[in-house]
């Protein structure tokens, strides 16, 4: 069993660390940053993996986790050490971090995924860097940092057995500022879709928490909202009926990630919805078939099922994040327009619309390495909407003008209004949610009011009044039908600002 690291250090030295997540120059709708903001907050959530280091950690460290996001690093705070987590879209503010600590003689470790995938030039920067998972190379590297023997690179020679894990240190996140908080339950994933980092950073083979460990870290939580960001929650549909079964008394509200084969086990998605599940973010990625293969996302099918998939998940009043990808070598500019119909016609009013990115470490990024297909541009882009790669049926820009196109209809009043009628229409999202509290229902009410109600804007009047109309019907429960607005009111701003940046963005491609 892994436990908090804080035997046995009480005679030991005293030292300071730093964990940072770096800011992200580029950010896309699907962070929701606009929406957390509607809700008071800084973040709607922040990485599991500075708490879950932190867990890892000693209790002869002093520690201050800083994510940009949401707090500037402190001047009064002076380390010792510095760890530093990185995604291709912080690496360069991960480097700059970097350099100016150990230019103060301060020792710097990065980890995450890119640094996993980019050793080599990360130790430019770094003394030292851990590859993968942190279980047993992040207190390996701290006991040689203490000895002053540190080495470059530290990394698990198997992955960790996961039965059990440390709780987060989800003290050291001010609470205040986020919306909800991530558990993981499950690591891996047996698929292998050429464009996704998971099986290369977390193994094929699936690992499970014992089901104790995982409601007692969720019993300690500062918050009741969850997102469960295990990449495939219900893979082992035992193992997330017996969870479900458990969490069920504890009154959260969730979210997850699974596969579209959820929908073939309704037992499954009843237990969800009756256990606090009010949103499923699923990787449908492509209508196209050729584009699935290409991706060798062969556990997807076809469009007909994704139509049935859609009707069986939303029967049970649970939320569907539907996530697309387009730039695949099969793929037209006319997949964009695919995905909209497709959406519309299917009430789906979430989706993450993504542009195909190479990301280190995956097939995709090999494949295009190999075939000299990696232009050189900064790691910044690598967020979903800016095109870091060169396609076979489309130029940079043309992707990233069609993909603007696509999000503004997808998320235009007027289509919200129409899909708002087929999500709610039936009568399935009328099951009561968590209560929000006071202070963020009366901000809502004040938004609602000035954002919808004397709105000059027809068409988002027009969907007030559908939603609150269902509302009246008694269709549609107050939270869900004021959370959808909010929700896309949210999205709707993220891209007003998109908008006012279209220019630089295009000219960083064309580079």
């Not at 280091?53 to 800083?66: C, H, Q, R």
């Not at 009044?465 to 959808?484: A, E, H, Q, V, W």
């Not at 993220?494 to 295009?506: A, D, G, Q, V």
Request: charged share 25%; proline share 3%; aromatic share 10%.
């Amino acid at each position: 069993m892994i436990e908090n690291q804080t035997n046995n250090t009480s005679n030991k030295k005293k030292y300071k660390l730093l964990l940072i997540s770096p800011h992200q120059k580029y950010v896309n709708y699907q962070a929701h940053v606009e929406l957390a903001k509607i809700f008071r907050k800084k973040r709607l959530m922040t990485s599991l993996a500075l708490p879950l280091l932190a867990g890892l950690t000693p209790s002869n460290y002093e520690i201050k986790i800083v994510d940009e996001e949401i707090e500037s690093i402190p001047k009064n705070f002076k380390p010792d050490i510095v760890g530093i987590t990185t995604l291709s879209a912080t690496a360069n503010r991960a480097y700059e971090l970097a350099d100016k600590f150990r230019a103060e003689g301060i020792k710097v470790v990065l980890g995450g995924a890119y640094a996993s995938f980019n050793t080599e030039e990360g130790l430019k920067h770094a003394d030292s860097i851990v590859v993968g998972e942190a279980e047993t190379a992040w207190p390996n590297c701290l006991n040689d940092f203490e000895t002053g023997n540190m080495s470059r690179i530290y990394k698990s020679k198997t992955m960790c057995e996961y039965k059990t894990s440390v709780k987060p240190r989800w003290d050291l996140i001010p609470a205040n500022k986020i919306f909800q908080v991530a558990v993981q339950a499950t690591r891996g994933c047996p698929f292998n879709c050429h464009f996704c980092l998971v099986s290369e950073l977390f193994g094929r083979k699936m690992r499970y928490r014992d089901l104790d460990n995982v409601v007692e870290e969720i019993k300690s939580l500062p918050s009741k909202w969850i997102f469960f960001v295990d990449d495939n929650f219900t893979i082992n549909k035992k193992y997330a009926r017996e969870l479900m079964q458990r969490i069920k008394p504890l009154g959260i509200s969730w979210a997850c990630q699974s596969s579209i084969d959820v929908a073939c086990d309704e037992e499954l998605l009843k237990d969800m919805a009756g256990s606090g599940c009010y949103n499923i973010l699923i990787g449908f990625e492509s209508l196209n078939s050729e584009s699935l293969e290409e991706a060798n996302k062969m556990h997807n099918k076809n469009a007909l099922i994704y139509k049935k998939a859609i009707q069986t998940i939303h029967k049970y009043g649970i939320h569907i994040n539907a996530s697309f990808v387009v730039g695949f070598d099969n793929d037209k500019l006319d997949e964009f327009d695919n995905i909209y119909e497709f959406t519309k016609e299917t009430g789906l009013g979430n989706v993450n619309l993504h542009v195909l990115s190479a990301v280190p470490g995956t097939q995709l990024y090999h494949n295009m390495k190999k075939e000299n297909r990696l232009p050189n541009l900064s790691p910044d882009l690598g967020v979903g909407f800016l095109p870091n790669m060169n396609y076979v049926n489309m130029t940079r820009v043309e992707l990233f003008d069609k993909y603007m196109e696509t999000i503004i209809k997808l998320y235009s009043w007027d289509t919200l209004n129409e899909k708002a009628k087929i999500l709610f229409g039936n009568g399935a999202f009328k099951r009561k949610g968590l209560d929000v509290g006071l202070m963020l229902k009366l901000n809502m009410i004040g938004i609602l009011i000035f954002e919808f109600i004397l709105s000059t804007n027809k068409g988002k009047r027009q969907l007030f009044k559908t939603i609150f109309n269902l509302m009246r019907k008694k269709l549609l429960s107050k939270d869900k039908g004021f959370g959808f607005l909010m929700y896309m009111l949210g999205v709707n701003r993220h891209i007003n600002m998109h908008k006012k940046r279209l220019n630089e963005y295009r000219s960083l491609l064309e580079n």
